[in-house]
């Protein structure tokens, strides 16, 4: 069972920063992808940013342009650097791992292909809260 930690949220002023850590615990896997997701009361969860054991990434529309995802293989940590954030970025944000995910006869990523659908993911953490204030 993997385990996610989150740790960085925060209140913020509109323009402002913020970077998100997750740092993962648990089973080892040579295939995975690891993403960060972001929901509002009431709305549907929603795929920010995910990078996958080769290191291929896919942002969200929301994301490209302002937030990079990386990690840390050494710390077994995901980071999720936002800038230029907005009051819309406002949202509980979650780290989550796929466990082992393999594609069968793709040229694709799997970040391009599975990264940003959160049913592909097995494991959550608990959530960082993230406020952007106007």
């Known amino acids: 069972q993997v385990q996610l930690e989150e740790s960085g949220g925060g209140s913020v002023q509109a323009g402002g920063s913020l970077r998100l850590s997750c740092v993962a615990s648990?089973?080892?896997?040579?295939?995975?992808?690891m993403g960060w997701f972001r929901q509002v009361p009431g709305k549907e969860r929603e795929g920010v940013a995910a990078?996958?054991?080769?290191?291929?990434?896919n942002y969200g529309d929301s994301a490209k342009g302002r937030f990079t995802v990386s990690k840390d293989n050494a710390k077994n940590a995901l980071y999720l650097q936002m800038n230029s954030l907005e009051p819309e970025d406002t949202a509980m944000y979650y780290c989550?791992?796929?466990?082992?995910?393999?594609?069968?006869?793709?040229?694709?990523?799997?970040?391009?292909?599975?990264?940003?659908?959160?049913?592909?993911?097995?494991?959550w953490g608990q959530g960082t809260q993230v406020t952007v204030s106007s």
């Open positions: 648990g089973p080892y896997y040579r295939s995975y992808v």
């Open positions: 989550a791992h796929t466990g082992l995910a393999v594609l069968h006869n793709s040229a694709k990523s799997l970040a391009s292909v599975i990264g940003l659908k959160s049913s592909e993911y097995k494991h």
């Open positions: 990078l996958d054991s080769n290191g291929h990434t």
